[in-house]
């Protein structure tokens, strides 16, 4: 099994549910050993022991890739704020030429993006995504960045582009406005890991050939260029159909029954609480894996659920279970049974325990 970083997929979904989808079918083997021949011919030409810069990184290898994967038509440097040079994202990704003849045809650079199917900001080789480098003119995080770029760029197209691309060469990432939460649902791949760069073979986790060859095809299926665009038949892109696979949640439904009853020892508790104002409910006549069980299942599908730890010998339950691993009733009078512990003897108990 092949370990994704970001929550935008699951990895269940990454490594079997992808396998189902046409669009998996699509790509023959012939297109990936030609990827697969380009991008080694790309990063062999890249210096990956040394130190390259970002203006380097950029140009010997980030948009070279960005061909390998179809991406041939595109601005660079445009300007996302009427006034200063604040907001101005490494590249705009257009479908075809016409697309971006339009966008030339708009006098101003942050209206060209409303043309565009995604955005590219690129940082130097081995640069940390998720915090700031220490080093001169590198004092924001690069994923802070483009959180700032796909806010703006959202209002300026009114919700028309919403995709963007973070890479340092080695580690690509894709991130998605429309997510719950946009820091954390991203989807991240280790290109260079799956390419067995030195370096970046991963040691003891070093993939298999077998493994190599799904995560290739994984990485051209999402960061792709016909991932990002309709067919005739259906005007929804890979991306969008993706995210409405049952399972590319973090918490799967089929899983959730396995939680209830782990939780409370075996028994059956009925649908799994989350919180007072959240608590599920079955409703009549609904299946086992239907979404009408859960209120507010698609809000919090891709939430972890919450723990309660009470002490080093008990197993942390979910909110919503007793102390005794029964379902908790609602708040007031009726919540304490006669004799049960208030919260001070309970307190010791656990300490008596420990």
């Given at each position: 099994m092949?370990e994704?970083?970001?929550?935008?997929?699951?990895?269940?979904?990454?490594?079997?549910?992808?396998?189902r989808?046409?669009?998996?079918?699509?790509?023959?083997?012939?297109?990936?050993e030609?990827?697969?021949?380009?991008?080694?011919?790309i990063?062999?030409?890249?210096?990956?022991?040394?130190t390259?810069?970002?203006?380097?990184?950029?140009?010997d290898?980030?948009?070279?890739?960005?061909s390998?994967?179809?991406?041939t038509?595109?601005?660079?440097?445009?300007?996302?704020?009427?006034?200063?040079?604040?907001?101005?994202?490494?590249?705009l990704?257009?479908?075809?030429?016409?697309?971006?003849?339009?966008?030339?045809?708009?006098?101003?650079?942050?209206?060209?993006?409303?043309?565009?199917?995604?955005?590219?900001?690129?940082?130097?080789?081995?640069?940390?995504?998720?915090?700031?480098?220490?080093?001169?003119?590198?004092?924001?995080?690069?994923?802070?960045?483009?959180?700032?770029?796909?806010?703006?760029?959202?209002?300026?197209?009114?919700?028309?582009?919403?995709?963007?691309?973070?890479?340092?060469?080695?580690k690509?990432r894709?991130?998605?406005?429309?997510?719950?939460?946009?820091?954390?649902?991203?989807?991240?791949?280790?290109?260079?890991?799956?390419l067995?760069?030195?370096?970046?073979?991963?040691?003891?986790?070093?993939?298999?050939?077998?493994?190599?060859?799904?995560?290739?095809?994984?990485?051209?299926?999402?960061?792709g260029?016909?991932?990002?665009?309709?067919?005739?038949?259906?005007?929804r892109?890979?991306?969008?159909?993706?995210?409405?696979?049952?399972?590319?949640?973090?918490?799967?439904?089929?899983?959730?029954?396995?939680?209830?009853?782990?939780?409370?020892?075996?028994?059956?508790?009925?649908?799994?609480?989350?919180?007072?104002?959240?608590?599920?409910?079955?409703?009549?006549?609904?299946?086992?894996?239907?979404?009408?069980?859960?209120?507010?299942?698609?809000?919090?599908?891709?939430?972890?659920p919450?723990?309660?730890?009470?002490s080093?010998?008990?197993?942390?339950?979910?909110?919503?279970?007793?102390?005794?691993?029964?379902?908790?009733?609602d708040?007031?009078?009726?919540?304490?049974?006669?004799?049960?512990?208030?919260?001070?003897?309970?307190?010791?108990?656990?300490?008596?325990c420990?």
């Amino acid at each position: 099994m092949v370990e994704f970083q970001g929550s935008l997929f699951s990895n269940d979904f990454l490594n079997e549910s992808i396998t189902r989808l046409p669009d998996w079918a699509a790509v023959n083997s012939g297109d990936m050993e030609t990827l697969h021949r380009k991008l080694n011919k790309i990063f062999d030409s890249f210096p990956t022991d040394k130190t390259p810069n970002e203006a380097q990184t950029e140009d010997d290898l980030i948009w070279k890739v960005l061909s390998a994967l179809g991406w041939t038509v595109f601005l660079r440097q445009q300007n996302l704020a009427p006034k200063g040079r604040d907001d101005v994202p490494d590249g705009l990704l257009f479908e075809d030429d016409a697309a971006k003849t339009q966008a030339n045809k708009t006098p101003k650079e942050w209206r060209r993006y409303e043309f565009g199917l995604a955005i590219v900001e690129s940082k130097r080789w081995n640069r940390p995504l998720d915090r700031r480098s220490g080093q001169q003119g590198e004092d924001t995080a690069p994923s802070t960045q483009m959180l700032r770029y796909l806010r703006r760029v959202e209002d300026l197209t009114t919700g028309k582009l919403r995709w963007g691309i973070l890479t340092n060469g080695g580690k690509w990432r894709l991130y998605y406005s429309g997510a719950r939460s946009v820091a954390e649902q991203f989807f991240e791949i280790d290109l260079a890991h799956v390419l067995g760069i030195e370096g970046h073979k991963g040691g003891l986790f070093a993939l298999d050939d077998k493994q190599r060859a799904h995560a290739l095809r994984v990485f051209y299926l999402i960061f792709g260029r016909r991932a990002f665009i309709g067919t005739v038949s259906d005007p929804r892109t890979f991306h969008q159909r993706a995210l409405e696979e049952p399972d590319r949640g973090l918490v799967q439904r089929q899983e959730l029954p396995h939680l209830e009853r782990h939780a409370s020892g075996g028994r059956d508790l009925g649908p799994l609480r989350t919180g007072r104002r959240h608590r599920a409910r079955a409703t009549k006549g609904g299946s086992a894996g239907d979404d009408r069980r859960f209120r507010g299942a698609r809000q919090h599908a891709g939430r972890r659920p919450r723990l309660l730890h009470r002490s080093p010998r008990v197993r942390p339950l979910p909110v919503g279970l007793d102390h005794r691993g029964r379902a908790a009733t609602d708040r007031g009078s009726r919540s304490r049974r006669r004799g049960a512990p208030g919260r001070d003897r309970a307190g010791r108990a656990r300490l008596a325990c420990g």
